[in-house]
């Protein structure tokens, strides 16, 4: 059985200090949570003080984003060797945040998906549709479109590496959420997709996270479906007792669905 995977995204949030007592408070509780895997995705400007405070735990780092280049006069960026030197495991790709505000499309998604798994990175690959385009019975045509799209030319051996989060855009940070039946029903449609393109085995191995307004209180009945595998949590992952709390309901609906 797969172990639910928890990333929490601090997006622009907490300074040197504030990152350092989170990450180390989220470490300590980890030791009775072996059956999740976490992971902490804070600014670029805090990684050097979260890797240090997660030091010895099986809490894992990532990055909000890169570049695709290796390197170069890209000044700003950060690519995908950067942050493995830094000590990321993972990053992520195409969050809706980015799409919104600086212009991330799926052909970029795609170009960074590449440069991540070059750098021996799991991608963290976000997809979703508008409140407009649910409202217009567009969803799967939207979610598709990203999914072959931003994994265009990846084999099958990248899939086992690749994460993909689908966050419905009008639930990124509103307090509202997808019902677990309406993530379920685009979870089942990522993962015959995938199927699809890449065989069963690649399939039933994806991991397939939810991420839009996640918190304590709805993580037990979204990880209890059978093709929700874990949560990219945004502003709920800002409080230690709460993004533990995260894990623990995962825990438990990861193990009623069996």
């Not at 895997?37 to 997660?54: H, K, M, W």
């Not at 508008?130 to 979610?143: I, K, P, Q």
């Not at 993530?183 to 991420?211: M, P, Q, T, W």
Request: glycine letters at 10%.
């Amino acid at each position: 059985m797969k172990r639910p995977l928890l990333a929490g995204n601090w997006k622009m949030h907490l300074t040197l200090a504030e990152a350092r007592a989170l990450a180390s408070l989220v470490a300590a509780a980890s030791r009775e949570l072996s059956e999740a895997d976490l992971v902490l995705i804070p600014p670029f400007t805090a990684l050097a003080e979260v890797r240090g405070a997660i030091a010895g735990s099986a809490v894992a780092l990532g990055g909000q984003d890169l570049f695709w280049e290796d390197k170069g006069a890209f000044t700003g960026e950060v690519s995908a060797p950067l942050l493995k030197d830094a000590g990321c495991d993972y990053v992520v790709i195409g969050h809706s945040e980015r799409r919104l505000h600086f212009g991330e499309t799926d052909a970029s998604v795609n170009r960074k998906t590449k440069a991540a798994l070059r750098a021996g990175l799991a991608p963290i690959v976000c997809v979703g549709e508008t409140l407009e385009e649910r409202e217009a019975g567009r969803t799967m045509e939207r979610v598709l479109t990203q999914i072959r799209d931003g994994l265009d030319g990846l084999g099958r051996e990248d899939m086992d590496r690749v994460v993909i989060a689908y966050e419905p855009v009008w639930a990124i940070g509103t307090g509202r959420n997808a019902t677990p039946d309406q993530a379920e029903d685009v979870h089942r449609f990522i993962r015959r997709r995938i199927e699809e393109k890449y065989g069963n085995g690649a399939a039933s191995c994806a991991i397939i996270l939810y991420g839009g307004s996640v918190k304590p209180a709805n993580t037990y009945s979204l990880l209890k479906e059978k093709d929700i595998d874990g949560a990219l949590v945004g502003g709920a992952s800002l409080e230690a007792g709460s993004f533990v709390e995260i894990a623990r309901e995962a825990i438990k609906g990861r193990k009623e669905r069996q």
